[in-house]
């Protein structure tokens, strides 16, 4: 008996260091493995966001132009107007300019901003469930809400002084008389003649639009496709899952949405960017006539002289290239970085 005693005493003991081994090995891999699994959410979000917005640029660049163009000097009537004289008069690369500054800011941004939407769903979720009858709760149209807005205007102050000269360099062209040749050559400029605070001109009214903007995007979408896969309402879902080309519709519908409401916003933060600089009005309207004052005090003050110069059409000047390019943009990023996860193997779904 004694001696059964002690082969059971030391297979327990073995037992014992058996699986403190494996917990020991289990805790050394975890850091390594959520270290993997940020960098596969950061990349996907990246590539998300460089891909739609490539597919975009030329849209893009039509936006920001009829957004500040001075409107004693019309060159551009409308989109396709607009579109056709950039190409005659600079050619592909002219439709594409500004897109590599605009990726090097959309790509982080991008990443940063879904990444931080997936930690923030979870961190919102994890303190709604703290409150009494919510401990089996789930995400919430609200509650994405929430996520999306707080993903949103960390996105967007880590990466504003590239959004900033973005714009400057979007809006130059071939006649303009001051000219950036690049990304560092504009922020170093910046810098020189108007001191960092320029970098972060228009803040405010930017984040003041990421909040309705990009939480609506995410809110809209997550909650469409909920919906569509608990419901399947149109017959749309297979396997329980829905296809790329319905995913792709929730996004276009997600990022109408959103831009309709901040887009306001985003004009006012467009013509806060230009204040400042010297030849802005010159390169607005590209041949130096009719310059007009681009100076404002402050966010109110932009919109009141726009609308009272301008009429309050002038807050969606833009609207309808933005829009066709919204609508493949969002849809595209969300079903890139959807599929991009996927590939990459990380587990994390967004609606969780």
């Not at 319905?246 to 109408?256: E, N, Y």
Request: glycine letters at 10%; charged letters at 20%; a positive charge.
């Amino acid at each position: 008996m004694a001696s059964e005693d002690v082969k059971r005493s030391e297979s327990a003991a073995v037992s014992t260091i058996v699986n403190l081994a494996e917990e020991a090995r289990e805790g050394v891999k975890a850091p390594g493995y959520a270290v993997l699994s940020i960098c596969k959410s950061l990349f996907a979000g990246g590539v998300a966001g460089g891909v739609s917005r490539t597919a975009v640029a030329p849209l893009e660049r039509m936006k920001i132009l009829l957004q500040v163009q001075n409107p004693h000097n019309i060159k551009y009537s409308g989109t396709v107007q607009g579109l056709k004289y950039i190409w005659r008069t600079e050619g592909l690369r002219g439709l594409f300019k500004g897109n590599g500054t605009n990726c090097a800011r959309i790509v982080p941004n991008s990443a940063v901003k879904f990444f931080s939407y997936e930690q923030a769903s979870k961190g919102i979720l994890y303190l709604y469930r703290q409150q009494p009858g919510n401990e089996n709760a789930q995400l919430t149209p609200l509650l994405r809400l929430g996520a999306g807005a707080t993903a949103g205007i960390i996105a967007m102050s880590a990466t504003y002084p590239m959004d900033m000269v973005r714009g400057r360099l979007t809006v130059q062209t071939a006649n303009s008389p001051y000219q950036y040749r690049g990304i560092a050559h504009a922020l170093s400029t910046v810098l020189r003649e108007e001191g960092p605070r320029a970098l972060y001109r228009g803040w405010l009214p930017s984040v003041i639009g990421v909040v309705p903007y990009v939480g609506l995007n995410f809110a809209v979408y997550e909650s469409l496709k909920d919906w569509l896969v608990k419901d399947n309402p149109f017959g749309l879902v297979e396997n329980n899952e829905l296809t790329i080309i319905t995913r792709l519709s929730c996004g276009a519908i997600a990022g109408t949405v959103g831009q309709t409401i901040a887009y306001p916003l985003d004009v006012i933060r467009r013509r806060m960017q230009m204040v400042g600089w010297k030849s802005a009005s010159s390169v607005i309207t590209g041949e130096g006539r009719s310059k007009g004052a681009l100076e404002y005090s402050g966010m109110v003050d932009a919109f009141r002289k726009t609308v009272r110069h301008e009429g309050f059409g002038a807050l969606y000047k833009g609207l309808v290239p933005n829009s066709v390019k919204v609508v493949p943009s969002i849809a595209i990023a969300f079903v890139t970085y959807e599929m991009v996860k996927d590939v990459l193997g990380v587990e994390f779904k967004i609606s969780d």
